[in-house]
């Protein structure tokens, strides 16, 4: 819990960002201070062994999936892969359309990134009306792999977005 509350502590909140209405919760904080990443680290690190019986990919989403994803998959010694917007990825990719909190978009994966039947954990910062981690996890499904858990360092509640896909949702911290 120590751990937990010193996470919580260093999220910034800043008002009206990126347009009135919206509070916005920056996780970049966390990363002036290394020990807030191993502690981030440690408490996801727990989860995994204790909940997941069979993972073996974590798949990060642009853009700041791209900060925990990597460590994770790092320290867990299993493969990172990449789901970014479309047009950055090079060779073949299965791409599919998603709405987020601010507009639409579409999202990509490299088709000979990821084995078939893989068991793969999603990885993004914040989970706010889940359009992002519904459309990865519709994703990885249309490259014929599973999805066993989805892990988010922000969870904002009243937005419900776990409820947008039938896979468990793993938040650190809930606004
Ligand atoms: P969703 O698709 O769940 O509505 O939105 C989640 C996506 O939008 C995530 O990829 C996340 O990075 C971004 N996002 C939305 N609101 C915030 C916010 O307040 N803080 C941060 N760091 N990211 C946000």
């Given amino acids: 819990?120590?751990?937990?509350?010193?996470?919580?502590?260093?999220?910034?909140?800043?008002?009206?960002?990126?347009?009135?209405?919206?509070?916005?919760?920056?996780?970049?904080?966390?990363?002036?201070?290394?020990?807030l990443i191993d502690d981030v680290l440690y408490i996801l690190k727990h989860h995994i062994k204790n909940n997941i019986k069979n993972y073996d990919t974590i798949i990060g989403l642009e853009s700041r999936g791209f900060l925990i994803g990597p460590l994770l998959a790092y320290e867990l010694r299993v493969p990172f892969v990449p789901i970014r917007k479309a047009g950055k990825l090079p060779g073949k990719v299965e791409s599919i359309a998603y709405e987020l909190e601010y507009g639409s978009d579409k999202f990509e994966i490299q088709i000979d990134s990821v084995k078939p039947n893989s068991n793969c954990i999603i990885v993004d910062d914040l989970l706010a009306t889940g359009g992002s981690a519904r459309s990865a996890v519709e994703l990885i499904r249309k490259c014929g792999s599973n999805i066993v858990n989805v892990i988010v360092l922000i969870e904002l509640i009243d937005l419900k977005g776990r409820l947008q896909y039938p896979e468990p949702t793993f938040s650190l911290v809930k606004f």
Avoid at 18 to 23: E, H, L, N, R
């Fill in 1 to 35: 819990q120590k751990r937990l509350d010193r996470i919580k502590m260093n999220v910034k909140s800043f008002p009206d960002f990126p347009k009135s209405g919206i509070i916005f919760r920056d996780i970049f904080p966390l990363f002036h201070d290394p020990s």
